[in-house]
């Protein structure tokens, strides 16, 4: 429930403000009302509310200097400006103070209704970062004693979600799998599915594609987890319709303390289960036997002998579809891939070392990025093919890749604000998305997800110089971020600065 002060020097004028507060926004808790902005400074100290409205012509302290120096003790606070001059002057300094609103006398019930709903999204957001910076610190630090008794539980469980593949060399922020989690849907199904008298937050890893989430319960863990239940089957149905494969490890945690131990075991357990293409929850660390391959590498073999890229295809094409028959692993097709790979130099004795090195990169890319097996067969294909038909004709890397690489470059530099994945670009120029990825790194040392992060905090970084009237969260979104504590992190591993340290 958001909370609320009032400061108007005209009592009657400040109590018939607050019952409009009462009566327009009913989930708001007005705490107290000042008559100066002295009395205010005083009150917000002691109360620490969420939202300040004030007037601004009032004695001993007026409400821009409030708003001012309520900003300084208490940056997150809301502050809304009601008066009863139009001024310009007035207008210019409360937007360069980031308020939220200047409402001009006599407010009217309607007004006040839909400034109140922006307001409490603004508030929620900034208790949800706060919340988020707090499990952060238990996570990296053990910091347990920084919680607030409203964030406190007897009983928590956590579950690790992966959607898609997992990645483990690097982070890509072209992840198919990170379209699962757009639009800030997690959190709004919390919201709408977990309330009081269970605790539920949706936490960001390193990875755009994967989060944990976090239950908490007074009662038990099996409360927590029948809790949750409903919240993990509406994800499962939300993987079914977007067509991609998310995986769940669920995993108690005994002592808060040692949060970060407990999301390590998650992350092995999800490494070592995960199933490449299919959903999956993981309760327990099963021990699974994959059906023998070795009678496909020997088949293999023998076609790589002859050297006839047909029959290499087809032997290619049977492990494929053996590893989906016994639905195997991420991790045994990760080692099959490069099984496969490190036979070719033996057999095809004009394969360079660049062409080798790229075509592990590919295939580093291809498992990352696909999400069928029909994505996987024929990018393995691809990968395979032209490393054979490079073989035997010494191909290098022509003029015409690097053209290509520019066109990719440029299209980059366009769109950053849109979502782009590794598919879409693949779409648009008509390459097999492993093969894409390898060639831009190769010619431009980075992948085209790692250039598009660097190019959007370059213009993040523009907009901080240039505009210094936006709030952090518009600068995230117009750069191609919708969570400001992401885009955050984000703009601190790029630069070593944070964004609020940065535009001092």
């Not at 409205?53 to 708003?67: E, H, N, S």
């Not at 492993?434 to 790194?441: E, H, P, Q």
Request: proline content about 5%; glycine content about 6%; overall charge negative.
């Amino acid at each position: 429930m958001p909370t609320v002060v009032v400061v108007d020097d005209e009592a009657p004028y400040c109590r018939a403000l607050r019952k409009m507060i009462e009566e327009a926004g009913p989930r708001f808790q007005v705490l107290g009302e000042a008559f100066n902005g002295e009395q205010a400074l005083d009150m917000l100290a002691q109360l620490r509310p969420d939202v300040l409205f004030t007037d601004i012509r009032m004695p001993v302290m007026d409400g821009l200097q409030l708003i001012a120096e309520a900003k300084r003790r208490q940056p997150e606070i809301a502050t809304v400006i009601v008066s009863s001059y139009d001024d310009f002057h007035y207008t210019r300094r409360a937007i360069q103070l980031q308020a939220e609103d200047y409402l001009l006398k006599p407010v009217t019930i309607p007004d006040l209704q839909e400034l109140l709903k922006r307001v409490e999204a603004g508030v929620n957001e900034q208790v949800r970062r706060r919340e988020k910076e707090l499990w952060a610190a238990v996570v990296e630090q053990g910091a347990v004693d920084r919680l607030p008794n409203s964030m406190r539980y007897a009983h928590y469980v956590v579950y690790m979600l992966c959607a898609g593949s997992m990645g483990q060399a690097y982070e890509d922020h072209m992840h198919p799998g990170k379209l699962f989690w757009q639009s800030d849907y997690g959190e709004t199904i919390i919201r709408k599915m977990i309330a009081e008298p269970y605790g539920c937050w949706l936490l960001d890893t390193e990875k755009e594609n994967e989060r944990f989430l976090l239950v908490g319960s007074k009662e038990s863990v099996e409360s927590a987890l029948q809790a949750a239940q409903g919240l993990i089957q509406e994800l499962m149905h939300r993987a079914d319709r977007l067509a991609i494969p998310l995986t769940i490890v669920q995993q108690p945690v005994t002592e808060l303390s040692g949060l970060r131990q407990v999301l390590q075991t998650a992350g092995k357990r999800m490494r070592l289960g995960l199933l490449f293409g299919r959903s999956s929850v993981m309760n327990e660390c099963a021990d699974r036997q994959p059906a023998p391959m070795q009678p496909y590498y020997r088949t293999l073999g023998q076609a790589m002998e002859l050297r006839q890229k047909q029959p290499i295809l087809d032997a290619i094409f049977d492990i494929v579809h053996g590893w989906e028959r016994q639905e195997a692993s991420q991790i045994t097709i990760e080692h099959g891939l490069k099984q496969i790979l490190f036979m070719f130099p033996e057999h095809f004795k004009l394969i360079s070392d660049e062409q080798f090195i790229l075509a592990g990169m590919e295939l580093d890319s291809l498992l990352l990025h696909s999400l069928t097996y029909p994505e996987l067969l024929a990018g393995a294909e691809y990968t395979y093919s032209t490393l054979m038909d490079s073989a035997a004709s010494g191909t290098r890397i022509s003029d015409h890749q690097e053209e290509i690489i520019v066109q990719i470059e440029q299209y980059l530099q366009a769109n950053y604000s849109l979502p782009i994945t590794l598919q879409d670009l693949s779409r648009r120029f008509n390459l097999v998305p492993n093969y894409l990825s390898a060639m831009f790194k190769k010619f431009r040392g980075v992948t085209p997800g790692e250039y598009l992060t660097q190019w959007r905090v370059h213009q993040a970084k523009k907009l901080m110089g240039d505009s210094s009237g936006l709030l952090l969260k518009d600068i995230a979104d117009r750069v191609g971020y919708s969570d400001p504590l992401y885009f955050s992190r984000v703009f601190k591993k790029v630069t070593g600065l944070a964004p609020s340290d940065y535009m001092k």
